[in-house]
């Protein structure tokens, strides 16, 4: 079990940047892979990016590729998106999410622990 809280949103002008983050409680953090997603106002949430147990693999979305960055701090239990150049259309609510297994996944319904979301709202 794990509990996922997600820090760091708010709103910015379209070009800024934003880091988000995400502290994961208990001892295990290092053992669940963890992905970023977003869900806009009136769409379905979607894959952002994710990221490998230990950091060294890392996968994102074409629509955010050169732009986000996701890393890990295992001995701080915080998984963090860097957001540069943002786009009016990264406007979501940014929600962070632990799988707990050995494999990396961009599915939605392949995570287990959900955190409750942060609004970043990006300006024209």
């Known amino acids: 079990q794990v509990q996922l809280v997600e820090s760091g949103g708010g709103l910015v002008q379209a070009g800024g940047s934003l880091r988000l983050s995400c502290a994961a409680s208990?001892?295990?953090?290092?053992?669940?892979?963890m992905g970023w997603f977003r869900q806009a106002p009136g769409k379905e949430r979607e894959f952002v990016a994710r990221?490998?147990?230990?950091?060294?693999?890392?996968y994102y979305a074409d629509s955010v590729k050169g732009r986000f960055t996701i890393s890990r701090d295992n001995a701080k239990n915080t998984v963090y998106l860097q957001m540069n150049s943002l786009k009016p259309e990264d406007t979501a609510v940014y929600y962070c999410?632990?799988?707990?297994?050995?494999?990396?996944?961009?599915?939605?319904?392949?995570?287990?622990?959900w955190g409750q979301g942060t609004q970043v709202t990006v300006s024209s």
């Open positions: 999410a632990a799988r707990s297994s050995v494999t990396v996944s961009v599915s939605i319904s392949a995570y287990d622990f």
């Open positions: 208990g001892r295990t953090f290092s053992s669940y892979a």
């Open positions: 990221i490998s147990r230990t950091g060294g693999s890392t």
